[in-house]
């Protein structure tokens, strides 16, 4: 059959959706270490798969300890990307670089076109699918801004899943755009700390109006899981398969790429668990771990939450109330006090094991970025593209753009690639902040971490 793929160095490139990639890339067996195993936060035992089928759906479980390349895409969950729809457009960022007076070419992938407007449902999508396979009747989870939470909201009412999410207090009072939204998909949204769970119950007891944290949250749900019959728990990021899921984005801009006859110089994103940005660059690091491109890959992060600047690769929680098991991350910490800033998504104490090891491995580089600097870049891009990004995606956005002006400097023509991860059309509270100047920025005095493990 003849394709109907578009591509122009101009315009960037639309893929045929026959050309929607079949299979995930897993990249955990190309790593250039073994990770390490993920430990019982009691024995400090390496953990196996029997020991989180309990909590998670046992396919996702499986994915998660998968040493296979490749994972096929179930045909369901295929059809359902095809509805986001996917695929997304890669698009050449021109009216940005004339702006900017840059010999180099900017190109974003757009994941800000999705029904909830990010790359969320993704993974929600398919995780939705398996725990209705298996045949469960309830799904749980957290959300901080509430960008995971509407995601699998919608996931869930599409494969006819009931759910139940834990949100942040703080996010849920200042923006409750997300939570009315989680609402309208069918969802039940519990503002958290709560008086569901025996956490919940003690962080109220310190305080009534405690604010939350993700951290807290995830506590919330996964005690909920393991009290609520039939149910099972549904993780936005970080874990393995979550990541694989992603990579249907790297996988698009790979071939969009191809199309256009381009092999990018530079690829940059946000990282909050590291999920979207994994999923943006795995394709192109598989090929550059087989030294057949050399891309370099920046991973943009808070000044706020400087976990792979600052903090440690280590072994640490998942969660605040030390039930999860020790991963082994970059990670400021997690009894971590995340400060207030608008980027929601991206005040997470961990990042993502392999793309942790990746990070100390050198093969991906990272950059923080104080917010009011992020929100600049973001208002350049709403003047010249005229697309109001994400507080996450503004991260990638503001590397891109000072990778650009570098170029100005020294006359290169790089193509630099950016993963537009979500709009921030329920954020305007932010550019509002931003455009009056009250916008302040937060860095963390000192990074006070302890050490759970003291082998290797
Ligand atoms: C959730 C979210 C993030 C952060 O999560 P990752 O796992 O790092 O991708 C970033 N951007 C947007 C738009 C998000 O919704």
């Known amino acids: 059959m003849q394709s109907h793929s578009y591509a122009d160095k101009n315009y960037g490139a639309l893929l045929d959706p026959e050309d929607l990639p079949r299979q995930w890339y897993n990249i ?53 990307y095809r509805r986001l729809p996917r695929p997304s457009p890669l698009v050449r960022a021109k009216r940005l670089e004339e ?36 045949g469960l009747s309830l799904a749980i989870s957290e959300t901080g801004a509430g960008q995971w939470g509407s995601a699998l909201a919608m996931s869930c009412s599409w494969f006819r899943l009931p759910a139940r999410i834990y ?6 009072r200042q923006k409750p755009g997300r939570k009315i939204l989680m609402e309208t998909y069918g969802a039940q949204v519990i503002e958290s700390p709560s008086a569901n769970t025996k956490v919940g119950k003690r962080f109220l007891t310190e305080d009534p109006n405690h604010p939350g944290s993700l951290g807290i949250a995830i506590s919330e749900a996964i005690e909920d899981t393991f009290a609520s019959q039939n149910s099972r ?19 698009e ?24 940005y994994s999923g943006f660059i795995y394709p192109f690091v598989r090929k550059k771990l087989r030294k057949k491109i050399d891309t370099e890959f920046v991973a943009c992060e808070p000044k706020a939450v400087p976990s792979t600047t600052k903090g440690q690769f280590t072994y640490d929680y998942a969660d605040t109330a030390e039930q999860t098991p020790l991963v082994k991350m970059y990670t400021v910490g997690h009894d971590f006090a995340n400060p207030p800033i608008h980027a929601g998504g991206l005040r997470y104490h961990g990042k993502a094991p392999s793309l942790s090891l990746l990070i100390h491995k050198k093969i991906v580089k990272s ?11 973001a208002k350049i891009f709403a003047m010249t593209e005229g697309v109001i990004t994400a507080p996450e995606s503004s991260h990638g956005l503001r590397y891109a753009i000072d990778e650009a002006l570098r170029c100005k400097k020294t006359g290169e023509k790089k193509v630099i690639a950016f993963n537009n991860c979500g709009h921030g059309l329920l954020d305007l509270s932010a550019y509002d902040e931003y455009n009056k100047g009250k916008l302040v920025d937060w860095e963390p005095k000192e990074i006070a971490l302890k050490q759970y493990v003291t082998s290797n």
């Not at 190309?30 to 396919?59: I, Q, R, V, W, Y």
């Not at 190109?107 to 993704?122: C, D, I, L, R, W």
């Not at 949100?167 to 849920?172: H, K, L, N, P």
Request: hydrophobic residues 40%; contains cysteine.
């Open 28 to 80: 955990v067996p190309d790593l250039p270490e073994k990770l390490e195993p993920m430990l019982n936060p009691h024995t400090h035992e390496a953990m196996g798969s029997k020991d989180f089928e309990a909590l998670f759906p046992k396919e996702l479980v499986k994915q998660q300890f998968s040493q296979e390349s490749w994972w096929d895409i179930p045909e369901q969950v295929w059809d359902a």
């Open 233 to 251: 728990y549904l993780l936005a990021s970080a874990f393995n398969y979550a990541l694989g899921h992603q990579t249907i984005i790297g996988l």
């Open 367 to 377: 950059i923080a970025y104080p917010q009011t600097k992020v929100f600049e870049a």
């Open 99 to 134: 702006y900017l007076k840059t010999p180099a070419k900017i190109y974003y992938k757009a994941e800000q076109f999705t029904p909830v407007g990010s790359m969320k449902p993704n993974s929600a999508l398919p995780q939705a699918f398996y725990a209705k396979k298996q």
């Open 253 to 276: 801009t790979l071939k969009q790429f191809e199309l256009l006859d381009i092999i990018p110089d530079v690829m940059c994103g946000c990282i909050g668990g590291g999920s979207n």
């Open 167 to 172: 949100m942040v207090r703080v996010s849920s």
